[in-house]
């Protein structure tokens, strides 16, 4: 019985739920929201270790769908993309508030619990504005638009 539930009623058995609905979101997700991030999160990294180890930069950009124009104040292509910003940040502790207490508690970390983190930004520009894309937020769009 492909995608059909039998009658159990009658023997106590209710299915979870009908598979009789609207199926007009087949790609629907129903992740946590921190789940989500994660996997962004994952995908980022990725996609930073691609574009640093690609030999042309353009051509990669260009693979993964990344637009060398956005619409910005002076009209639809106003915005260029001009840079692809990398930084790099090693998380050495944490701070968080105390109870009972104004200052932070504070944990430096032992050398082996340091991490790296290498975040991107693609940078646009126009005449009159400058807008930094982080490019999680870029494949987060792409990942939605793939869901619908």
Known sequence: MPHDLADLSGLGYQPPHSHNHSHEDAFHTHMHPADEAGDVQVLATQFVDGFVQAGDKTAYLR???????????EGPTALKLVDVELK?????GTASPSFGSPELSYLPYPGQMVTERTNMALIYV??????????RDFLKSKLEDYSK
């Open 126 to 135: 126009s005449k009159r504005e400058k807008v930094s894309l982080d490019v």
């Open 63 to 73: 693979l993964a769908g990344v637009p060398f124009e956005r619409p910005g104040a």
């Open 88 to 92: 790099t940040e090693w998380q050495v």
